[in-house]
C-alpha cells in the first residue's frame, strides 16, 4: 500500500518538474546551472556499468536531479521502472504470436511473472531510497541495493526459462533483448546507489 502511495506521488512531481523545466529553458539562472547539471550525471554515469546508456537515459532529468545523489537514483530506478513495463508489454505481445507452443507460451508466463515481481522490486527500492533520512538510513540503503539486485536476478531467470531447444530461436531472441534492457537499467541504478556518497 505505502509503496503505490509513495510511487503515485513522485511520478507527477517528476512530470511538474520536467514540465517547468521544459518550457523554461533558457532562464537566467539555469544557463549557468545546466552544464554543470549534465557534468554531474556524466560524472555519477562513469562509474555505472553501461555508462553511454546511463547518460542517454538520465540526462533528459539533469536540471531536475541538480546535483542530488539520491534523486539521481530514484530517477535511475524509476527509469528502470518504465524500462521494465515496456519489457512486459513486448513479452505480453508474444503470446499472441502465431505459432507459439504451448511450452513457450507457458515460458512467456512465467517470464511476465518475473518482470512483474522486477518492477515491486524496483518499487521497494524507490521506497527504500525516500527513507536515507531515516534513522535507520544503513538498512534502508542496504534494502534498497538488495531491491535493485534482485530486479537483475528476475531478470536472468526468466532469460533461463527460455535456454531450452524447444524454444524458436525468434522467441529466444525478442525475450533477450527486452531482458537486456532491464538488466542493464537495473546494473545502472544498483552502480548510482553503491556509489552514492563518492561525491
Ligand atoms: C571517468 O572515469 C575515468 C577512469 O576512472 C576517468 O579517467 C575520467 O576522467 C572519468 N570521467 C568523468 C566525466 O568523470
Ligand atoms: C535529495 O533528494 C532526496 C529525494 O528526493 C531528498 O529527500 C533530499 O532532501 C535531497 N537532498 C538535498 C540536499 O536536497
Ligand atoms: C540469450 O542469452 C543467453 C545468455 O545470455 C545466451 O546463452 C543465448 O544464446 C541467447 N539467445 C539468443 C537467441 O540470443
Redesign the pocket.
Given at each position: 500500500m505505502k509503496v503505490s502511495t509513495r510511487k503515485g506521488l513522485l511520478l507527477p512531481l517528476l512530470a511538474i518538474v520536467l514540465f517547468i523545466s521544459q518550457t523554461q529553458p533558457l532562464a537566467t539562472a539555469a544557463k549557468d546551472s545546466r552544464p554543470a547539471y549534465t557534468n554531474f550525471v556524466k560524472t555519477k554515469c562513469n562509474v555505472t556499468t553501461y555508462p553511454s546508456l546511463c547518460l542517454k537515459t538520465l540526462t533528459p532529468y539533469a536540471s531536475s536531479v541538480k546535483i542530488n545523489s539520491t534523486k539521481l537514483c530514484i530517477v535511475a530506478l524509476n527509469v528502470a521502472i518504465k524500462g521494465a513495463r515496456d519489457a512486459s508489454v513486448i513479452v505480453s505481445n508474444l503470446k499472441k504470436q502465431k505459432g507459439i507452443s504451448r511450452y513457450e507460451a507457458a515460458a512467456i508466463r512465467d517470464c511476465i511473472e518475473d518482470v512483474n515481481d522486477g518492477v515491486y522490486e524496483l518499487k521497494l527500492a524507490v521506497e527504500a531510497m525516500g527513507h536515507l533520512g531515516d534513522k535507520d538510513k544503513e538498512f534502508q540503503l542496504s534494502n534498497a541495493k538488495m531491491y535493485a539486485s534482485a530486479v537483475i536476478t528476475d531478470a536472468d531467470s526468466c532469460?533461463d526459462g527460455f535456454?531450452d531447444r524447444k524454444v524458436n530461436?525468434k522467441v529466444?531472441?525478442v525475450i533477450?533483448r527486452s531482458m537486456a534492457v532491464i538488466i542493464r537499467l537495473g546494473s545502472n541504478a544498483l552502480s548510482l546507489i553503491n556509489h552514492l556518497y563518492d561525491y
Open positions: 532469460t535456454n530461436p529466444k531472441d533477450n
